[in-house]
């Protein structure tokens, strides 16, 4: 089970990597925090979600703090780009819940209810995946198994005696 698990864990833990080297854009907590501060903004906000969503999990952070601002549509777009980095953002979902029964704006509890519901799908889609990758990961077992147990079986049938035929079977 561990050895099944360890190759998908290490694919996850470097997909974050991988997203940061091939998209050029900066994870770290500061640059994710002004990035964060871009939501507002109309003529920045697609490139500022693209990034945020491309940092997955460790955008989380920075956008939950940005749940108690006073200005309402970072709050909004805040809970907008949540809902859209799906599992990714499941850390936060006691900081949605929060929003739901707190905030003020019935715009933003609508739309941290719609974020909930994308987290939760998020989810059920990346558990399907892993359940793919794990029968990928089987399918090859199990192909190498039964052509070992056609090699065995045309070695015992064999007739050529060798010094390490026993062994060998």
Known sequence: MV???LPTLTILAIVPLIATISY???CTPDALRQTVAQ???HQKRSDA???LIQCGELSAVPLAESLSSPDAGLRLYTVQTLGQMGWNAEAVVPNLLAVIQEDANTQIRHNAVIA???IV???EADLKQLQ???IQEIQPLIDLKQRLDEVRTALSD???NWTTKAADR
């Open 132 to 134: 793919g990758w794990q």
């Open 3 to 5: 050895r099944r698990v």
């Open 49 to 51: 979600q693209k990034t």
């Open 39 to 41: 939501l507002p903004d």
């Open 24 to 26: 050029g854009q900066s």
């Open 116 to 118: 909930l519901d994308q």
């Open 158 to 160: 064999d007739e050529t």
């Open 121 to 123: 799908r998020g989810g």
